[in-house]
């Protein structure tokens, strides 16, 4: 194969992505269903149909046989309730005859299991049905995005050379950063890294660690640059919505843009909510009405109405507004950067939040559009959506080679181009080495972590090299104590309080406190001691499948919510959150107290942190904090293995979102017996990557001894109750 090996590591990828969602695809019988007919609505039952072809496709990828694994999704996850029936669909190929429906029963008989769902539009004539989850449309696009921006990336020789080689033509721009107030406020390693980023050319690298202020480095930079240059154009994304909203908020409040400073904010067609006046429809709606209001004084004749403009018109200038902005803010994955990409449309500035949590097909488009770039995130938090499967996969080479030959064939030509092509005929050549390919490929699955691992390693005993890659060493959230957890369990001990922000927790007393410091200890790190399940004679209950779930931390977490209160002395609610790494947890905790807040007058003066809720998920929560944070952990069984028994808990980087969430306090429910027992049967060796656990369990220790956290057992914190 010619080109760049980034060009084909990256297709490869794509492609592989592309098959593992035709998997996705339930090839189905469909029969009308007389008895859920009604006026309103149609109603059919499903059955999974036999198909050998996409069997094969299961096997070659580890799955699970077709009929289980929807069976699992049905009753297993939260997305199952939204469907499309579909006619024999590719991915990337779009189908007309798609209809949504519900999922209203599922049906076990002796026959096998069969699913009602109903719909407001009758079912069309089909020849091949199929069930797919109501995403899948919104996958197709995403998929057609990263086939456009790897093509895009052929025409451009500069980020291609980038992307092999980040330090093949580093520049320098001698520009210097205002030692302004602004400046002075910031902490030394902020400041180092601020001074890095203006001096540097094609890209600077920026690992913020939790509650470092990443996002005050980015508004700071946006300082700059249109202090440097008022007419400047900066484009600004992220791959989650919330982050994006977070880092706008930041920059619209903090920065003093120019008067005549153009922002777009590009959503959903059907959004509706904070900024949305920012939308380009909605800008391009006021530029019209501006327009129409010009007095004829003034030599221009003005329309007698906007309505007076065609949709095509509008839409003309819609995206003259987004090509000529001076702040865009998006997503990385947006129709937006998609047009743009086409257009191939520069920014002064392409600067992507969060960068760790996007895979390299996500980050190549924002990465073309500007030939100034900084990517700041933190890769020991949460991975990009879906990278594990996929590293693992990857990680096979004849794997691999049995996927794209199992699952070519449900991959439409609108995700194929030549290099993908080539890659299917090298897929049937048993001489063709696919082990450089694939390792290339793993490299910039996780782009971010790789460029920015690369580079700290480099610049170790080089002191006076010209440095791409910073690391924010001065965290500003979190109680000392939380934080010293934080730092020794997950960044070697560099991660430490700033002097100003370690005062504070000094000088300053919590928005909240305990109605019962006995059961309840007002201290910053609290740990409810869970028994456990083996150690408790006659104890059945535990953490419960298949669904993970454990009915003993909830009433933990419900006792533990109760002993909280804010003194009347307080004028801003603090924020609260309860958090899990569990869905179904989370959906339970959601129930009792979210739906039940009548049942805690003690909470109404708390705020919810996540979206005015209190409870959410791990994955729903990094980048955001709150005053308090519980943390229920779920896993508590009798299994021995470290996988088996512990699940998410293994995963260093969901742990590390758990535990850094909370300003003053910080209260974990968990079996620390159950942790300690099958850490110690396992004995994790040091270079393994469950090695974190045994670490997280000794500073927990360390600082209990300390006696700045507390242990309590479950027995206390619920002892007025039991009495």
């Not at 035709?22 to 109603?43: C, H, I, M, Y």
């Not at 008989?109 to 539009?121: A, M, P, Q, W």
């Not at 994006?244 to 153009?262: F, G």
């Not at 003005?302 to 702040?327: C, F, M, W, Y």
Request: net charge negative.
């Amino acid at each position: 194969m010619g080109g760049s090996s980034a060009i084909e590591a990256l297709s490869l990828t794509s492609f592989i992505d592309a098959i593992y969602a035709a998997a996705d695809a339930f090839p189905v019988d469909v029969q009308t269903d007389q008895k859920g007919l009604s006026e309103d609505l149609f109603s059919v039952l499903v059955t999974v149909r036999q198909d050998s072809e996409r069997e094969a496709l299961s096997e070659a990828l580890g799955l699970k046989p077709v009929a289980e694994r929807l069976d699992d999704l049905v009753q297993k996850d939260s997305r199952a309730e939204e469907w499309v029936i579909s006619d024999g669909q590719l991915v990337g190929v779009r189908e007309i005859a798609n209809t949504t429906w519900r999922l209203t029963d599922r049906i076990e008989n002796d026959r096998g299991v069969s699913y009602r769902l109903s719909g407001s539009d009758p079912l069309p004539p089909l020849t091949q049905p199929l069930l797919l989850l109501s995403d899948f449309v919104g996958r197709d696009t995403q998929f057609r995005r990263r086939v456009k921006a790897i093509s895009a990336l052929k025409d451009h020789s500069a980020l291609s050379a980038l992307l092999e080689d980040p330090r093949s033509k580093i520049l320098e721009t001698h520009e210097v950063a205002d030692r302004n107030e602004a400046w002075k406020q910031l902490d030394p390693s902020k400041q180092e890294a601020l001074d890095r980023i203006i001096s540097t050319l094609p890209i600077s690298l920026v690992q913020g660690p939790p509650g470092v202020g990443k996002t005050r480095l980015v508004r700071d930079l946006t300082d700059h640059i249109f202090s440097a240059d008022a007419t400047s154009r900066v484009l600004l994304t992220a791959q989650a919505n919330s982050a994006i909203d977070h880092l706008m908020d930041e920059i619209l409040d903090e920065v003093s843009l120019p008067d005549d400073c153009l922002v777009v904010r590009p959503r959903a067609k059907d959004y509706e909510g904070a900024h949305d006046d920012r939308s380009p429809r909605n800008v391009t709606s006021g530029v019209i009405s501006d327009f129409c209001n010009i007095s004829t004084s003034n030599g221009i004749s003005r329309p007698k109405k906007s309505t007076g403009l065609s949709g095509k018109d509008i839409q003309a200038i819609e995206h003259l507004i987004l090509r000529s902005a001076n702040v865009v803010f998006s997503t990385v994955n947006s129709s937006s950067i998609e047009r743009l990409v086409e257009e191939k449309n520069q920014f002064d500035w392409s600067v992507i939040e969060e960068a760790g949590k996007a895979n390299g097909l996500e980050l190549l488009a924002p990465l073309l559009l500007s030939h100034r770039r900084l990517m700041i995130g933190d890769h020991k938090q949460l991975a990009p959506f879906d990278s594990n499967r996929l590293e693992r996969l990857l990680q096979d080479p004849e794997t691999v080679r049995r996927t794209i030959s199992a699952g070519a064939q449900f991959v439409g030509r609108s995700l194929r181009d030549q290099t993908i092509d080539e890659v299917i005929e090298l897929a049937d050549e048993v001489e063709f080495d696919f082990a450089p390919l694939c390792a290339k490929a793993i490299e910039l699955l996780s782009l971010f972590e790789t460029l920015i691992e690369n580079q700290l390693k480099w610049q170790e005993g080089r002191p006076k090299a010209r440095k791409l890659a910073s690391v924010l060493n001065q965290q500003h959230r979190m109680h000392p104590t939380i934080a010293r957890i934080v730092s020794k369990t997950f960044y070697g001990g560099e991660l430490e309080t700033y002097h100003s922000s370690a005062r504070r927790f000094q000088q300053e007393q919590p928005p909240f406190r305990s109605l019962d410091a006995a059961r309840l200890p007002d201290s910053p790190l609290v740990m409810v001691n869970m028994p456990y399940v083996q150690s408790e004679l006659g104890k059945k209950s535990g953490d419960q499948s298949p669904t993970w779930h454990n009915t003993d931390e909830i009433s933990a977490v419900v006792e533990a919510l109760q002993l909280l209160e804010v003194p009347q002395s307080i004028e801003k609610k603090p924020t609260i959150a309860v958090l899990s790494p569990y869905s179904e947890q989370v959906r339970k905790l959601r129930r009792r107290i979210d739906d039940d807040l009548a049942s805690f007058p003690n909470l109404q003066e708390f705020e919810g942190a996540i979206d005015q809720s209190i409870c959410g998920t791990v994955d729903s929560f990094q980048g955001n904090q709150a005053d308090v944070v519980v943390v229920s952990l779920v896993r508590n069984n009798h299994r021995s293995s470290l996988n088996g028994a512990l699940g998410f808990l293994c995963d260093a980087r969901r742990m590390n979102v758990l535990f850094s969430r909370a300003r003053w306090k910080l209260i974990v429910v968990g079996s620390f017996e159950f942790l300690n027992t099958v850490l110690t049967a396992n004995k994790a060796r040091d270079d393994a990557d469950e090695f974190f656990l045994k670490h997280l369990m000794s500073n927990l220790a360390i600082e209990s001894e300390a006696k700045n956290a507390v242990v309590i057992d479950y027995k206390t914190l619920t002892k007025r109750t039991e009495q």
